[in-house]
């Protein structure tokens, strides 16, 4: 991940988390964003949206009923509150994304908030047939250390989590990537969520917080036109 000599990733400050409270503004930039955002997609595609770390599905029904309303089928991950084991939300996962693909007859688009999005980066790595893009927003791709949750970790677990990311690198990503991140991020060091080592992953700043992501318009955007341009 991007860094530099003089100051290594670390997790957001407490001036930086105060800053979170910004996310209160998103409702009102929506509604006057609103206009530019209706429409009707071309075509309709599968999506599933990933929540992050200790949430449910209910984080994401916002952004979920907008894909909705431009015709998509857009679905949550169905399998309860969002623990902290990358390797079990995986397992847990697939037989989901499996029964999506064989119903939709075609790869889904996979959309995931935080730690949601590290689910998705890793299910696509293991199996590029079930996925046809991955859009991540504010997912620490460097692991938790950087992150405001780390200290829901040992200091053992961190360990063998970077362990595993750098194991898992071994194996490309080979899906259409899209990493949106923020240097307003509150939780996420957003140096972190910047795919500067896959080839050809597109990395998009927003101004938006981390506990915003869901509801800021320009990462609305992105994610419609990234879900419109998809591999079908």
Known sequence: MATTPDRPLRAPGRLARFGELRAG??????????PSLRGRALRTRHVILLPGFGTTDRALVPLRSYLRSLGHQAHGWDIGRHGKDVESSVERFLPVIERRVDA?????VLVGWSLGGIVARELSRDRPDLVSAVITMGSPLAGPRHTGAARAYTPAELDQ????????????LTVPLTAIYSRRDGVVD???CVDDLTPGAENIEVGSTHIGYSLDP?????????IATAPG
């Open 25 to 34: 503004i998103q409702p009102a930039r929506l509604a006057l964003r609103s």
């Open 104 to 108: 939709a007859g075609e790869p889904v």
């Open 161 to 172: 989590i970077e362990a595993l990311i750098a194991e898992r690198r071994s194996t490309p």
């Open 190 to 192: 957003w140096r972190s």
């Open 218 to 226: 320009d990462v609305w955007q992105i994610v419609r036109d990234r």
